[in-house]
């Protein structure tokens, strides 16, 4: 069995870096919830802004721990090829908090800043 960090961060490699999608999908619970204002609702809403990215488009993770089935990472998206102005800047810092259930990542609320 797969320690929930372990998991998560394997999520958001294959998802955000890998764009693997038919192997994401068995990371991502069909019923995720998605706590965040700028991203559509659900896993399709995360997908779905995901493949919309330029390729160029990375997460770097920098810390990460659990307890539990609670998750935090702390790390950065660059590469998004958007201007500063935008909603989404070209580089993002911040945490993400993970939920797991069932071996699947089930929500996920993210706090970002532009740096």
Not at 42 to 56: N, Q
């Amino acid at each position: 069995m797969t320690d929930n960090k372990t998991l998560v961060l394997k999520a958001f490699e294959t998802l955000f870096n890998k764009r693997d999608y038919e192997a994401t999908a068995k990371f991502w619970s069909p019923n995720y919830i998605q706590h965040s204002a700028h991203i559509p609702p659900g896993r399709d809403g995360l997908f779905s802004l995901v493949k919309a990215a330029p390729p160029e488009m990375r997460y770097e993770n920098h810390v990460a721990t659990a307890d539990g089935d609670y998750v935090l990472l702390h790390g950065r998206f660059t590469g998004n090829g958007r201007p500063r102005a935008s909603s989404f800047p070209v580089r993002c810092s911040g945490c993400t908090s993970a939920s797991t259930r069932d071996g699947r990542c089930s929500r996920r609320f993210v706090i970002g800043a532009p740096f």
